[in-house]
């Protein structure tokens, strides 16, 4: 189905607006450049002097280009081993920003009743931080690897595997509803890259925020300019 410029910068498909936002019960979000600015990987390596290569990586695997989600983040956590953990707190700092429109966005989605939820093929490092000043309820991230000050290149084991990708990003999601009792349909996923294609399509309403082309041809709101609140011109309290 092709999707309808609603307003410019704002495209909608498969649905009637306005939605009720009340009407859903829990959102996922990704992170990296959904609701921060950068994607953390990248910026980990431009500030240890090797963001061309890794951010090659990532761009390929943004736009589904690397089929494999782990082993392009395997390869580029490899060219990370050795970095200082204060290139973290250096990232944290002097780079992430949450995007424009995101508090106005989730505190909507809180106020309207929904659980919130950040499910990000990111790091912990900077996915709790995100997490506490934004009030999410869960938050799920890769964990880095450190020992003695310094990366090394790898990510811990969780008891749920190793690394967020997009299978996983959409089994958290069915869970969490299926933990709270409600159907998919009743989730909104919101992203922008490749990987979040599986979450966006098990839910009952998926956003895309200034999307890479292949999301944005499957996302029922995909918002190309302004800010993430921008979905409200088209959902009501």
């Given at each position: 189905?092709?999707?309808?410029?609603?307003a410019?910068?704002?495209?909608i498909?498969?649905?009637?607006?306005?939605?009720?936002?009340?009407d859903f019960?829990?959102?996922?979000?990704d992170?990296d450049?959904?609701?921060?600015?950068?994607?953390?990987?990248?910026?980990?390596?431009?500030?240890?002097?090797?963001?061309?290569e890794?951010?090659?990586?990532?761009e390929?695997?943004?736009?589904g280009?690397i089929?494999?989600?782990?082993e392009?983040l395997?390869?580029?956590m490899?060219?990370?081993a050795?970095?200082?953990?204060?290139?973290?707190?250096q990232v944290?700092e002097?780079?992430?920003?949450?995007?424009p429109g995101?508090?106005?966005?989730?505190?909507?989605?809180?106020?309207?009743?929904?659980?919130?939820?950040?499910?990000?093929?990111g790091?912990?490092?900077f996915?709790?931080?995100?997490?506490?000043?934004?009030k999410?309820?869960?938050?799920?991230?890769?964990?880095?690897g450190?020992a003695?000050?310094?990366l090394?290149?790898t990510?811990?084991?969780?008891?749920?595997?190793?690394?967020?990708?997009?299978a996983?990003?959409?089994?958290?999601?069915?869970?969490?509803?299926?933990?709270m009792?409600?159907e998919?349909s009743?989730?909104?996923?919101?992203?922008d890259?490749?990987n979040?294609?599986?979450?966006?399509?098990?839910?009952?309403?998926s956003?895309?925020y200034?999307p890479?082309?292949?999301?944005?041809?499957?996302a029922m709101i995909?918002?190309?300019?302004?800010?993430?609140?921008?979905?409200?011109?088209v959902?009501?309290?």
């Amino acid at each position: 189905m092709d999707a309808i410029e609603h307003a410019p910068g704002l495209h909608i498909r498969g649905f009637q607006p306005p939605l009720r936002l009340s009407d859903f019960r829990l959102v996922a979000f990704d992170m990296d450049s959904t609701l921060i600015n950068i994607e953390c990987v990248d910026e980990i390596a431009r500030a240890a002097g090797r963001y061309d290569e890794v951010a090659a990586i990532t761009e390929a695997a943004m736009r589904g280009e690397i089929s494999d989600y782990k082993e392009s983040l395997r390869r580029r956590m490899a060219l990370l081993a050795g970095v200082p953990e204060a290139a973290l707190h250096q990232v944290a700092e002097q780079r992430l920003q949450l995007n424009p429109g995101v508090e106005a966005f989730v505190a909507a989605c809180q106020a309207a009743g929904l659980k919130t939820m950040l499910v990000s093929g990111g790091f912990s490092f900077f996915s709790e931080r995100v997490r506490q000043r934004l009030k999410l309820d869960f938050a799920r991230a890769n964990t880095l690897g450190i020992a003695h000050g310094k990366l090394t290149g790898t990510l811990l084991q969780r008891p749920w595997g190793d690394i967020v990708d997009g299978a996983e990003k959409r089994r958290v999601l069915l869970e969490v509803a299926e933990l709270m009792g409600i159907e998919p349909s009743q989730a909104i996923a919101v992203g922008d890259g490749a990987n979040d294609l599986p979450m966006m399509g098990a839910a009952g309403l998926s956003i895309a925020y200034h999307p890479k082309p292949a999301v944005a041809a499957e996302a029922m709101i995909a918002i190309t300019s302004g800010g993430l609140d921008r979905a409200l011109e088209v959902l009501r309290a």
